[in-house]
């Protein structure tokens, strides 16, 4: 793929994930919703990681992209503590709004999986860590849906934390795969 491509392309991925980075950190505070404002700060994360791939497009050397890759891993790591953060806001009492989690991310899972309909796994290391990303953020995505239901039968904000946590889990694992490439 041509730099102007890959550059069109990730202009696309970095204005879905900038949007979704507003609307679930938004959604998922006014519904008290770990899950949604976790996800949306790893959207921020990405958001990130695609403005550093656009940087790294048309330079020289290989190692430029490499090295703009592995940059890319200290923005999750520091937006990895959003759900202790979050955790600590909360209460264990009072559960999140499940239907407004449920649909914010299935919203945000369309998203994702138009994000990596653009993407290929394949290809120069700054598309690779973006596809990485993605990819995560749509595991995420159906994580939330599912501790929504599991909010909405329980009535506890339990299942909201876990899947909090899950993303902390989710964005170390794909910072630790792309510092590989």
């Known amino acids: 793929m041509s730099a102007v491509v890959d550059r069109r392309t990730l202009l696309w991925v970095f204005a879905i994930n900038a949007g979704f980075f507003v609307a679930e950190s938004i959604a998922g505070w006014l519904a008290s919703s770990m899950g949604l404002v976790a996800d949306g700060l790893d959207m921020l994360a990405d958001a990130f990681v695609y403005g550093l791939s656009l940087a790294a497009i048309g330079k020289a050397a290989a190692q430029t992209e490499r090295g703009a890759s592995a940059a890319t891993c200290n923005w999750p790591w520091r937006c990895s503590a959003s759900p202790k953060w979050c ?6 009492t009072d559960a999140p709004a499940p239907i407004t989690m449920a649909v914010v991310s299935l919203f945000a899972l369309a998203g994702n999986l138009a994000c990596l309909f653009l993407l290929r796994k394949d290809g120069e290391a700054h598309m690779q860590a973006s596809w990485i990303f993605t990819s995560n953020d749509a595991k995420v995505n159906v994580g939330v849906m599912l ?10 904000r339990w299942p909201d ?3 909090g946590m899950l993303v902390f889990t989710l964005v170390v694992r794909g910072a630790l795969r792309i510092l590989r490439l």
């Open 87 to 92: 955790a600590a806001r909360c209460t264990p």
């Open 161 to 163: 934390l876990a899947i």
């Open 147 to 156: 501790a929504a239901g599991l909010v909405a039968l329980t009535g506890t």
